[in-house]
Nanobody
Framework: EVQLQAFGGGLVQAGGSLRLSCAAS????????THWFRQAPGKEREGVSC????????YYEDSVKGRFTISSDNARNTVYLQMNSLKPEDTAVYYC????????????????WGQGTQVTVSS
């Protein structure tokens, strides 16, 4: 059974930092790419960042470039999203997902989803 557990969300003031984690089980982790999406109230879900667990290729949505960093720890089957200089507009539920074709990009071509973790940034 494939399981993705996302955690690390919380409430932080603008300018602060959070680190999200996505722990995977039931897959050959290094064959996949891992993706972070977010959905704010009243808005469509959008791709935030992703990483190839195989070769480290990454993607960042324009609004988070220079502030967010994605990394993969294959020994722990875990992907991290370090979020710095957080802004109120980063407030959303963040979801992780994996793509067995190891694709990179902001699209929702993924195979498995984890539960969301709430990130709230106060002004």
């Amino acid at each position: 059974e494939v399981q993705l557990q996302a955690f690390g969300g919380g409430l932080v003031q603008a300018g602060g930092s959070l680190r999200l984690s996505c722990a995977a089980s039931g897959i050959t982790f290094e064959n996949y790419s891992t993706h972070w999406f977010r959905q704010a109230p009243g808005k469509e879900r959008e791709g935030v960042s992703c990483i190839s667990n195989n070769d480290g290729r990454t993607y960042y949505e324009d609004s988070v470039k220079g502030r967010f960093t994605i990394s993969s720890d294959n020994a722990r089957n875990t992907v991290y999203l370090q979020m710095n200089s957080l802004k109120p507009e980063d407030t959303a539920v963040y979801y992780c997902a994996v793509d067995r074709w190891n694709r990179i990009g902001g699209g929702e071509r993924v195979d498995y989803w984890g539960q969301g973790t709430q990130v709230t940034v106060s002004s």
